[in-house]
């Protein structure tokens, strides 16, 4: 759960600025995104799986590159 106190003298868009930044930093938005639509097992082993095949990619991709 994300808090902010407000700071004496500080105006309430500043207050504003810094809990978005705070929901921000601690992935609020992507949480809810995420938890927006029911994912069955199944879709989110493929998604799992898609994502550690783009992982693996990548990686051998920068190997490449900085190996010649």
Do not use: A
Not at 4 to 26: A, L, Q
Not at 39 to 50: D, G, N
């Amino acid at each position: 759960m994300v808090s902010v106190k407000v700071r004496e003298g500080e105006s309430i868009e500043e207050v504003i600025r810094r809990f978005k930044r705070e929901c921000e930093r601690n992935g609020v938005m992507q949480e809810i995104k995420k938890r927006e639509f029911y994912k069955t097992p199944s879709i989110l082993k493929k998604e799992k799986l898609t994502e550690i095949k783009r992982k693996i990619r990548r990686k051998i991709f920068k190997d490449n590159k900085w190996s010649k």
